[in-house]
Nanobody
């Protein structure tokens, strides 16, 4: 099991930027892909971005070109840099660790991830 803690959320104006961090402890975090998901009130949790152990990444179409996912294995931390934020980006953002170590394919579904953080709120005001 891995413990995940997100940080970096907050209130930002339209067009602003935030950087979220996902800090991990427990099992060898670097072996696992990490996903970012978000959930707005009354909506399903949705995929945002993911990065695997070798640095390959993928993004939801809604954030492509605006968000960047990266990882620092030495610090057991994954980041989500969010630029050009829009009101529709408002949500609680969660990071999660893949259930399968060393998986090359990046998963976009919630059930592929086994350990989750508590979430961090991002609010974009217009």
């Amino acid at each position: 099991q891995v413990q995940l803690v997100e940080s970096g959320g907050g209130l930002v104006q339209v067009g602003g930027s935030l950087r979220l961090s996902c800090s991990a402890s427990g099992r060898a975090f670097s072996m696992y892909a990490t996903g970012w998901f978000r959930q707005a009130p009354g909506k399903e949790r949705e995929f945002v971005a993911a990065i695997n152990w070798s640095g390959d990444n993928t993004y939801a179409d809604s954030v492509k070109g605006r968000f960047t996912v990266s990882r620092d294995n030495a610090k057991n931390t994954v980041y989500l840099q969010m630029n050009s934020l829009k009101p529709e980006d408002t949500a609680v953002y969660y990071c999660a660790a893949d259930r399968v170590p060393w998986r090359v394919q990046l998963e976009r579904i919630v059930s592929s991830y086994g350990d989750w953080g508590q979430g961090t709120q991002v609010t974009v005001s217009s």
